[in-house]
């Protein structure tokens, strides 16, 4: 069965720096471009971040460039979306997707809700 | 900056034709990508590339486009089509993700 679960989200202080995981079942990542996105309380989709087959190139929206950094181990089917400096308005579920084709997500975990607040 | 606009909510009876609107703010030569996210759940492709269908989802989900509006069309809505629809696209010029607001479908 093809799914991905995240895990490492929780209440979290601003400022700190989290990392959150994402496991890969029933399928080899290593085929596959990558994503983050997530969506804050009551509000829409907001697509974080994508990281190529290989690791090699990864792309991020404004509100997270330079604070949060995308990586990718094949070998262990995980992705790994690292927070830095976290904010009030970074407080969201967060899902791993699997990229498809000309950037559509085809399969998406359940997500992991992340709360920034002092 | 690179913005799909969806309408906020669309509503239509049971059995009727319910169709939600992306309109890019640009020419649209990109892939339109649509998701379906019922309330407390992870949002599900439904459509893609403009008008193709994952396996699983019912042939009367479908998707088109027009110049800078892309449409999705539900025919025979019923009651477990309620849900939040988001459209999407891939920002080549730079290098992102691109979400529409998303449109509230409800069933009356």
């Known amino acids: 069965q093809v799914q991905l679960v995240e895990f490492g989200g929780g209440a979290v202080q601003p400022g700190r720096s989290p990392r959150l995981s994402c496991v890969a079942s029933g399928f080899s990542i290593r085929t596959y471009v990558m994503h983050w996105v997530r969506q804050p309380p009551g509000k829409g989709l907001e697509w974080v971040a994508l990281?190529?087959?290989?690791?090699?190139?990864?792309y991020y929206a404004e509100s997270v460039k330079g604070r949060f950094s995308i990586s990718r181990d094949n070998s262990k089917k995980m992705l790994y979306l690292q927070m830095n400096s976290l904010r009030a308005d970074d407080t969201a579920v967060y899902y791993c997707?699997?990229?498809?084709?000309?950037?559509?997500?085809?399969?998406w975990g359940k997500g992991t809700k992340v709360t920034v607040s002092s | 900056s690179y913005v799909l606009t969806q309408p906020p909510s669309v509503s239509v009876a049971p059995g009727q034709t319910a169709r939600i609107t992306c309109v890019e703010n640009s020419v649209g030569n990109k892939n339109v990508h649509w998701y379906r996210q019922k309330p407390g759940q992870a949002p599900v492709l439904v459509v893609y590339?403009?008008?193709d269908r994952p396996s699983g989802i019912p042939e009367r989900i479908s998707g088109s486009k027009s110049g800078n509006t892309a449409t999705l069309t539900i025919s025979r809505v019923e009651a477990g089509d309620e849900a939040d629809y988001y459209c999407q696209v891939w920002e080549s010029l730079g290098d992102h993700v691109v979400f529409g607001g998303g449109t509230k479908l409800t069933v009356l």
């Open positions: 590339d403009d008008s």
């Open positions: 997707a699997r990229g498809k084709g000309t950037y559509c997500m085809d399969v």
């Open positions: 990281i190529s087959l290989d690791g090699s190139e990864e």
